[in-house]
């Protein structure tokens, strides 16, 4: 029986075995810690599918390997079975790759340069007056975040979350329908589980666009690059003295010029109004 890489997300095409927790020879239990992958957006260890004893290990820790790719085989039985993701347990630092990079960083750097390539870059930018919202204990971003959503008529948005070793994107679902203080909540639930490599395969993935908020660092304007996947990104700038830039980074094969700043136009009305 083979055992292959499972698709931890929806535009996840490839990943990181990180570690195997078993060797060849050993027995294996059904929902066992089998192996470990690191990919661009989770870190996860991934559950045996059955039980049995592990025969062969085909892509041994280190190396990538892509969705579907078979990673193992099981003595005894015939078969195919994609392995079922949990979240690990106990994280650890990425090991350092060529140039510094951890796994994690280096997949990413590999996606933008990919996402550069391949992708018609678009971008525009609103300095927006944000004096007369009240946040009534909400977080901004999750200001942004429903704004986005209700601009695109979309329910997940996804939010970069920077961790030990890389950036993830986990998703807010119901974003454009629940309260700003549900979405507060759930963006913290999403940043302190990322944090601590809790999340779920189901966290992450299926985004409709993302946001990006490079003020909470203090950056007045930043123009990200669009992932391969999704078609928008939103990226707020610090407040101050009650105003921020915002800057929509857009596909040029979703949006032409008028449509992207229409979107973000939309979005700058969407947040006034909340």
Not at 74 to 96: L, N, Q, W
Not at 192 to 221: F, H, I, P, Q, Y
Request: glycine share 8%.
């Amino acid at each position: 029986m083979n055992v292959e890489f499972p698709r931890l997300a929806d535009t996840l095409v490839e990943g990181v075995v990180s570690a195997w927790y078993k060797k060849p020879g050993d027995t294996v239990k059904r929902g066992e810690p089998l192996f470990a992958v690191e990919t661009d957006k989770v870190n996860t260890d991934v559950e045996s599918p059955c039980d049995g004893v592990l025969a062969e290990i085909l892509v041994p820790e280190g190396e990538h390997a892509d969705v579907g790719q078979i990673l193992a085989r099981f003595a005894g039985e015939e078969g195919v079975h994609t392995a079922v993701s949990r979240p690990i347990a106990a994280p650890a630092p990425s090991p350092a790759a060529s140039g510094g990079l951890g796994a994690m960083r280096k997949r990413i750097a590999e996606r933008m340069t990919e996402a550069r390539a391949t992708i018609a870059q678009g971008s525009c930018a609103k300095l927006v007056d944000l004096s007369a919202i009240e946040r009534r204990g909400a977080s901004w971003t999750a200001y942004f975040v429903k704004a986005f959503a209700q601009a695109l008529e979309a329910d997940r948005i996804g939010v970069a979350v920077e961790i030990q070793g890389g950036l993830v994107v986990p998703v807010v679902p119901d974003a454009r329908d629940a309260s700003l203080h549900d979405i507060s909540v759930r963006i913290a639930d999403l940043a302190a589980r990322a944090r601590e490599n809790a999340l779920k395969a189901t966290d992450v993935g299926g985004a409709a666009a993302s946001v990006t908020n490079v003020g909470a660092t203090g950056t007045l304007l930043a123009f990200p690059l669009v992932a391969p996947g999704e078609p928008a990104i939103l990226a707020p700038g610090a407040i101050v003295d009650g105003r921020c830039w915002l800057a929509l980074c857009y596909d040029r094969a979703h949006y032409d010029e008028y449509a992207a700043d229409r979107l973000l136009t939309t979005v700058v009305e969407r947040l006034r109004a909340l």
